[in-house]
Structures are given as structure tokens and as C-alpha cells.
């Protein structure tokens, strides 16, 4: 797990561009060759290159709350908290509804999965073409770039007795580079441990993308169980995660 600002680190002492080539074709229609009795046209029609789908949704919608703003448990409904804040860091969160005056945001507090609604013009809406998936069976994240996958990479997960949250999760906070040890360029999560309710007497436990705290060989092997929940990876692949904004889907599944 990791610690954010206000000391919530974790003890799991642990994500090239996307090519999007489309061809379009379309017949070249050559004159007509006419002759005194009869006229014949020809057709010439190139060879057409079907794309394949997008993966995972080609981009996703963010919602920045200007400030802190009031949290609702539905449109125009009870008010239950404030949304824009989380331990000091500014938010920005995927929005998952959209009903005009209204949408409804994931949340980065407790429990996993939490979500509230708040008023459209309260907030800076923006969108991310990124979307990263972690693969707790194959110990592997993919990470995708307007919904074709742009690189993988081996990492080390949560042990048997402190596991890796799943669900759906967003990348919170982008500390570049991490503490000390932590590698080059760290992504917390708004996932939070079912095993670990608080860290040390932190009040939590962070799931985080974070460096290998020698665990560079089991990963560089395929990965494994070794942290206590938190995300490891090699430097080199830490590095790729530069430019992934915040708000960017973080799917963690079996």
C-alpha cells in the first residue's frame, strides 16, 4: 500500500504510443469508353484493410470539481458530503452518468466503489484516452491509448493474505518523481485494501503503481504475489506511465 501526503504510505515496500491506423477506401470510377453502337463502363475497386474494434472505450469523460463542492446521494437529493478534495490533492474522476444539470462521479473515499452525484456547472469537464487494466491471474497490467492497447508489463501484486483490491478504481494522485524508493513516477489509486483498513495507524491503505523494492527478478520473470496490495513495477516500465493524466480508469479484475 502507499502512503499519500498525509502519510498513508504502503509497506509493499512494490503501470509505445498506440498506433490507430485506419484506411479508408473507395472505388475509382474510370470514364465511360464509348464507341458509336455500344458504351461500356469500368469499375476499378482497391483492395480494402478492415480495422479491428477498439479494446476498451476510446476515451472517457472527467469531471474536475471547481473547489470543494456539495456531494448528493442522487439528483437534486440528500446532500451526503463534498466532492474536489481528497487528503490535500485536488480531484478529477471519471464521470459515469451524465443527466444535463446533473452527473454522477466516482469518489475516491471509502467504501471501494462509491459514487455521488454533483451539479454539471460546478465542475471542468476533460477527458483521458488512456485506460489501464491490471490482470491479477496473468500478473500483468495493459495499458491502452484510445482503446487499442499501447504496452504490458510484468508486476508484482498483492500476497494471498493482503490483496490487491478489484474494481474499478481511478488514478488519484501522480507523484513525479516518488519518495524515495519509490521509483520515477508513482500512481495512487482511489483503491483502497479490504485486508488493511488503516496502515500503521494511518487511517488507510492506498493501492498504488510503484516501484519493485527488490522485487525486480520475480517481475522481470513474469511477476507474483509479494506486496501488500500495492502495484510493483520495473523503473523502465514506471516510465511509460508518464503522460497518463489524472482521472484515467484503472480496471483491476481477476
Known sequence: MRRTLFGLAAAC???AAALLALFVTRGDTEPAAITITTTTTTTTTAPTTTVPPPTVPVSTE???PKG????????GGREIGTAGMWYGYPMTMPILEDRGEWIRIMM??????LTAWVQADQ???????????????ETRVYVYKDGYEAWSAPVGIGKDSTRTPMGSFFVAVIEKPGPSGY???VLD???????????????????????????????RAGGGKVSNGCIRMLPED???????PLGTPADIVA
Do not use: C
Open 62 to 64: 472527467l469531471a474536475s
Open 108 to 113: 475516491p473515499e471509502r467504501p471501494n466503489g
Open 13 to 15: 515496500a512494490v503501470l
Open 183 to 185: 521509483g520515477p513516477i
Open 238 to 244: 514506471q516510465i511509460k506511465m508518464d503522460g497518463i
Open 189 to 219: 489509486l482511489n483503491a483502497h485494501s479490504e485486508d488493511i483498513q488503516s496502515w500503521q495507524g494511518s487511517g488507510d491503505a492506498i493501492t498504488a503503481f510503484h516501484g519493485p523494492f527488490g522485487s525486480q527478478e520475480m517481475i
Open 68 to 75: 470543494e463542492i456539495p456531494a448528493y446521494d442522487a439528483p
Open 123 to 137: 465542475v471542468t469537464r476533460s477527458t483521458s484516452a488512456w485506460r489501464m487494466v491490471l490482470k491479477l491471474s
